[in-house]
């Protein structure tokens, strides 16, 4: 070989193995310069606008990294400290709260039509017999008002009766609404918790089984507050169902309020949870609204994990407000539930959702009754501000009308 054909040798050689290198280094990169592949550092600040950023999204993690909490798990949790990646979602004026029952009032007048003019129809006999009376029972355990408020309010009503002697509907009506109106009991403090502490924002946990209208629910309670002129923020606990952190964020950003939630199906909701009033608290807003996954009572391992994502948020704050969700077209199925949520967290207040769509309005009394714990609002209709705050007056007063 002589030395020519040396050079073309080691040429060639040098050639292939610079081809080789530049193979694997292109095929290691599989982003573009540029384009984050995770989720920033906290000290990792987003490019300005106009530099070129790939595809990383702008919702950045709270300053401090995660609280050192042994049960804290670390799923990575979304959140967003801006409503810059909203803009293009156009903002609603949720409607006022004030004189809302009086607007859905309607509503409950249709569903429960049956039960006050039916009351009325049987007290204004001439003649009530025992087998008046019988019916009136059979019409108030109908609406589920239970068996023993439906005993008081007969025995009641009997003795005033007999005492009046008066067969006048206007007054028959009137000691009707007086009975009704105590046993649906207008002194429960039916305030929401919801006003910020001095350095920490309230907490609202939204507890209850599948497709009650929890989602639906926290939605509606943001305009409330929204309407209210709170600041609000949205944690998405329920991971357990795929498409209801999406249904929540859609809910926030109808009245621009963000939501705090994890990409990951089925990501640790304890961690959701933390991450959301972690975020709260470093945004000082005003209140917290933590959604969770619809529990079925009988799955015990479900309902101890409603009972970590309350131990959770307390590391860092107060649980101020556990919002029990319950569907009034569900009867006494519901108390059942109730119960069973309120042995594992204390139920504050309860939502009594879809109202519109049931005769069974007795169903307040109860549950009041059952588990002592106030009805604080009632869900007239799937719209966006079909949620009330519960008055019993203009309650009973919607049920004799
Ligand atoms: N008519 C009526 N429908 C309601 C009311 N509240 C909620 N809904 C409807 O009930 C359905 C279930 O609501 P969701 O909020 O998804 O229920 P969820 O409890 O979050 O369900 P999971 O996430 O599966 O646990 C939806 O179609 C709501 O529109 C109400 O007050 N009246």
Redesign the pocket.
């Known amino acids: 070989m002589n030395d020519v054909t040396l050079i073309i040798v080691y040429a060639v050689i040098a050639i292939a193995v610079v081809g080789t290198v530049a193979i694997l280094l292109l095929k290691g990169r599989k982003t573009p310069p540029g384009t984050y592949t995770t989720t920033r550092d906290a000290n990792d600040q987003a490019p300005a606008a106009g530099q070129t950023a790939g595809t990383d999204v702008l919702e950045t993690p709270p300053a401090a990294p995660p609280a050192p909490e042994k049960d804290v798990p670390s799923t990575e949790v979304e959140v967003a400290d801006d409503l810059s990646g909203l803009e293009t979602v156009p903002v609603e004026t949720p409607a006022p709260v004030q004189g809302r029952l009086a607007r859905l009032r309607a509503r409950l007048v249709k569903s429960n039509n049956a039960l006050g003019k039916g009351l009325l129809a049987l007290l204004s006999r001439d003649d009530i017999d025992e087998d008046v009376w019988d019916e009136i029972e059979e019409t108030l355990l109908l609406a589920d008002l239970g068996t023993e408020p439906t005993m008081e309010l007969v025995d009641a009503l009997r003795d005033r009766v007999k005492v009046e002697g008066s067969r006048d509907p206007e007054r028959v009506k009137a000691m009707l609404r007086e009975e009704l109106v105590k046993l649906v009991d207008p002194g429960m403090d039916r305030s929401l918790a919801v006003d910020r502490h001095a350095d920490r924002p309230a907490v609202v946990m939204v507890v209850?089984?599948?497709?009650?209208?929890?989602?639906?629910?926290v939605g509606k309670l943001a305009r409330v507050l929204v309407a209210e002129d709170k600041d609000v923020l949205l944690g998405a606990a329920?991971t357990f169902?795929a498409a209801?952190a999406e249904?929540l964020a859609t809910w926030g950003q109808r009245v621009g309020v963000p939501t705090v939630k994890s990409d990951v199906d089925g990501a640790d909701p304890a961690s959701v949870a933390f991450e959301a009033v972690k975020a709260g608290i470093d945004q000082e807003v005003d209140v917290v609204m933590v959604?969770t996954?619809?529990r079925l009572q009988n799955k015990v391992g479900l309902m101890d994990e409603l009972g970590k994502v309350k131990r959770v948020i307390e590391k860092q704050a107060t649980v101020d407000e556990v919002l029990l969700?319950l569907d009034a077209t569900t009867g006494q199925n519901g108390l059942n539930q109730a119960k069973v949520f309120s042995e594992v967290v204390d139920i504050t207040g309860i939502v009594l959702?879809?109202?519109?769509?049931t005769a069974k309005g007795g169903i307040v009394v109860a549950i009041q009754r059952s588990l002592g714990v106030p009805v604080k609002l009632i869900?007239?209709?799937?719209g966006a501000d079909?949620?009330a705050p519960f008055e019993a007056e203009g309650f009973v007063d919607a049920l004799l009308n």
């Open positions: 209850g089984v599948n497709g009650v209208g929890k989602t639906t629910t329920d169902r209801a249904q959604d996954a619809g969700v959702t879809k109202l519109d769509g869900g007239l209709g799937e079909d949620l």
